[in-house]
């Protein structure tokens, strides 16, 4: 019983001495959002992302990739989702409508596995981003089709 005791009561020692108190725990809660104010991504990162996952998209569908061209076209709507979210105070957040329109068509387009039809909603894609550039005074990001693939370690090709 004396053995129990002493394992015991260390125990409950310390236990009771680690238990945050209300001050710590609203201390670390300001904490993490100073961090997520001072870390979060600023809409020129976002649509850098956006931009990468537009090209992956092209690749992905000329090459009749749907799977992946359904994940590349789901990270693009993701990404505006989260500017959505988060870039509130942004003037520019206001017209992304402008894209909507053209990833529902594309998404109906990898969804019927469609080359011909992926290929006239990915032009209009692309012009519906530079008619959003336009439309808030950033015509000089012209965005166009792909050249080349984005990255050199990737296959684009489908998978059996």
Not at 4 to 21: A, D, V, W
Not at 61 to 83: M, P, R
Request: proline residues 6%; glycine residues 4%; hydrophobic residues 35%.
């Amino acid at each position: 019983m004396k053995k129990l005791l002493l394992l015991i009561i260390p125990f409950g020692i310390f236990t009771s001495c680690n238990k945050p108190t209300d001050k710590s725990a609203e201390n670390l809660a300001v904490q993490v959002q100073e961090l997520k104010e001072k870390y979060r991504p600023g809409l020129g990162e976002y649509m850098m992302g956006i931009q990468l996952h537009h090209s992956k998209l092209w690749h992905a569908g000329i090459n009749n990739n749907w799977k992946l061209a359904d994940y590349e076209i789901g990270e693009i709507k993701e990404s505006f989702d989260n500017i959505k979210a988060v870039e509130t105070d942004r003037p520019e957040v206001k017209t992304i409508s402008i894209i909507e329109p053209a990833l529902a068509k594309l998404s109906d387009a990898i969804a019927q596995k469609d080359e011909k039809e992926f290929r006239k909603s990915y032009d209009l894609l692309t012009a519906s981003c530079n008619n959003c550039h336009t439309t808030n005074h950033f015509e000089f990001n012209v965005i166009i089709t792909p050249t080349a693939p984005p990255v050199n370690n990737q296959d684009f090709t489908a998978k059996p």
